[in-house]
């Protein structure tokens, strides 16, 4: 197991991210997501940290709150000291049905912040997330509350998901004016059946130095290949993220040959792919076995070649939209000199 800064900080985390949407009874959006309850949890939390794992990440929302409490719970059974675990947690979600039960407000984040710690039996959160975009809250006020608990010392950290690239900009250009902690990460969807945060969101985090945690690494389960021939599962219920399956079946294709040389999973190689990108800080586990978890983490030990990469970048490359053609067009040359030193021929 390798490690990792997160984003412009001191902090480091495992390259594979213990997720626990799975942990607890799943219900409305989350349903058909698992039902992992205490001693199977126990047992995977047990084998992530045995392997090296040294980051788990939850939301308030996932089983109603259960998720929270029995990660909790799992690591007090287990007797894992707190100072071993990077625990990060979500807000945004609504998590009731009122006006004021979601979004980035200070008043639903300061509540909510309460009752996640207490959920999970901690004193502070390492790194607490924005679960997404609240169009209804100024900027502002939800920098101003999130610097406030870290100045508290509730919160280490903090984080967003599912965030447009000019909206992160933008708050980061926020908390600089308001001498603000600026965020750290951004947790988003990213695999080889779903790339499209390389056309806005990855320049950016470069730009920025933001870390990039990825969930939904295998499509929701697209990637294993068990869809294939008809099998029901999870996508059966909620297909998501959604897939291309026109497309990506020469995504898989691909994987076959690669995943073959290796003597690995489909799963495997799809994780590896990831673990091979500059932009990916983490990789987000969401597993429901332990033997689930065992070929997962199998993914560290495979080591792409050039050609393994350039076979599975081919199959799964995005088409180029505007203004990327211009850039490739207008911007070729200089791009060449930054990063040969060398001045391209001339035509």
Not at 89 to 104: C, I, Y
Not at 299 to 309: I, N, Q, Y
Not at 314 to 339: C, G, H, I, N
Request: aromatic letters at 6%.
């Amino acid at each position: 197991m390798r490690y990792n800064v997160l984003g412009n900080s001191g902090l480091f985390v495992s390259e594979m991210c213990l997720g626990t949407m799975v942990f607890g009874p799943s219900t409305g959006r989350y349903a058909g997501a698992g039902d992992v309850r205490q001693d199977e949890v126990d047992r995977i939390v047990r084998r992530a940290f045995d392997a090296g794992i040294n980051f788990v990440d939850t939301a308030n929302v996932y089983s109603g709150g259960q998720s929270e409490e029995i990660l909790g719970r799992s690591l007090k059974n287990l007797g894992i000291a707190r100072h071993q675990v990077v625990i990060a947690t979500k807000v945004e979600h609504a998590t009731g049905s009122g006006p004021n039960d979601g979004g980035a407000s200070r008043y639903h984040i300061m509540g909510q912040l309460k009752t996640s710690l207490r959920r999970l039996g901690t004193d502070h959160i390492d790194l607490y997330q924005l679960h997404g975009w609240d169009p209804a809250t100024p900027l502002e006020e939800t920098i101003r509350a999130l610097d406030d608990l870290v100045r508290q010392g509730h919160v280490r950290y903090v984080g967003v998901s599912n965030w447009a690239a000019w909206q992160i900009s933008k708050a980061l250009g926020i908390a600089g004016r308001l001498d603000a902690v600026p965020f750290q990460s951004v947790q988003a969807y990213y695999s080889l059946a779903g790339r499209e945060l390389e056309r806005e969101i990855v320049p950016m985090l470069r730009a920025e130095r933001l870390g990039l945690l990825v969930y939904s690494p295998l499509a929701g389960g697209y990637l294993s290949g068990k869809y294939r021939d008809g099998s029901k599962g999870r996508r059966s219920i909620i297909p998501f993220p959604p897939v291309d399956e026109a497309k990506s079946a020469s995504v898989l294709t691909a994987m076959d040959g690669v995943a073959a040389r290796h003597g690995a999973s489909l799963p495997a190689i799809a994780l590896a792919w990831l673990l091979h990108r500059r932009a990916v800080t983490s990789v987000i586990l969401g597993v429901k076995r332990v033997d689930q978890l065992e070929e997962n983490l199998k993914a560290t030990e495979v080591r792409l070649s050039d050609d393994d990469l350039e076979t599975l970048d081919a199959a799964s490359a995005l088409s180029v939209e505007y203004p990327a053609w211009m850039f490739q067009a207008a911007d070729a040359a200089r791009a060449t000199l930054l990063k040969t030193g060398e001045l391209p021929t001339q035509r």
